[in-house]
């Protein structure tokens, strides 16, 4: 912990800068830390699971975003609760330098969100209550190289380059191939994706990932996930999949209340998949909702209660939705804007 908030104190008197630097100079954009606590609940078949129960931390995030000069930028977010045998970047969840070469080509290095379709899989971790097997159990972060190209004013295409989410399983010499396609259109969002990624060194499974949006005005949108998962020699589609659908309403300029589904299915007969294993065949339903009390800064404070029901076969042991699940949980989200408070400290002594 003191590796991280040591260096960190010597970048107050920066960020105090941000307004005064011209335009095309070295500023921060974003310097903030977030976390996540409540009080969590589990049974199964009705037998309350004891160590999943009690109050408890989920997130604690560090994130600092900022730019060298204009069109070069960075972004870098901590796990600081993340704990980890290996090396220090195993708790990093990105960090990457970002150059804008044109107005629609973009170059970028370092560790990145493994390019890989879908509104659940996009959406921060500290957002997201209940989520699918296969979101679970993906390591989505790694280090890369990826392109972008901005093919109109709502279309964007991805290239990446970058090591195979199955490394720790496979070794560090595995890679993933990925495309991903960002559209706005209006009411449509999509985030789709095709992926090629290494589970063993030299055999590759392939995803088709299309994250679907329906915007049906400012306040209700209707998220749709498919997945189809698949290797050689296997049949292609229908085998290995995941769907997740979440309905979400802001009913309230402080209120949001959501609804979610999602199914996660292998009966591909192979050991290829190594995130949703063959033979499961899982359902999960949630329901919850954020309420935000702080008038003019929503996003600081929020609370939220959820819920959610699983069912069906997890062929494994460590999986984390299991057949008669229950699990229940109430706390607080809280950001702590560092940025804009060592600003107010600093008009403040003026």
Known sequence: MKKIILPLLFLAPLATKAQETESNGPKINQFYVETRFGYEGMNIDGDAINDATGFKGQYLNFRIDGQIVNGLTYSYRQRLNKNTNA??????????????????????????????????????????????????????????????????????????????????????????????????HGWYESMWSVNMLEYARGKWINYIALGNRFNFNDKIHLDVDMMNRASSGQSFLFKDFSVMTELSAQVHDAVRVFGKYTYDQNKSGTDADLLVLDGTQLNLVSLGLEAAPVKNHRDMVRIFAAGAYSWGDNTNPEGTMQDKQLRLEAGIKFKADLLKGIQRIVNYKK
């Open 87 to 184: 090396t220090f970047f195993d708790a990093t969840d990105w960090i990457h330098l970002d150059w804008q070469a044109t107005k629609r080509w973009g170059i970028s290095a370092g560790k990145q969100v493994v390019g890989i379709g879908g509104y659940e899989y996009d959406r921060a971790p500290i957002d997201l209550y209940y989520c699918s097997e296969f979101w679970n159990n993906i390591p989505c972060y790694q280090f890369g190289l990826s392109t972008n190209f901005k093919a109109s004013d709502k279309d964007l295409l991805q290239l990446q380059l970058c090591n195979s989410p199955f490394r720790s399983w496979a070794g560090n010499n595995t890679y993933a191939f990925n495309l991903q396609w960002y559209g706005t």
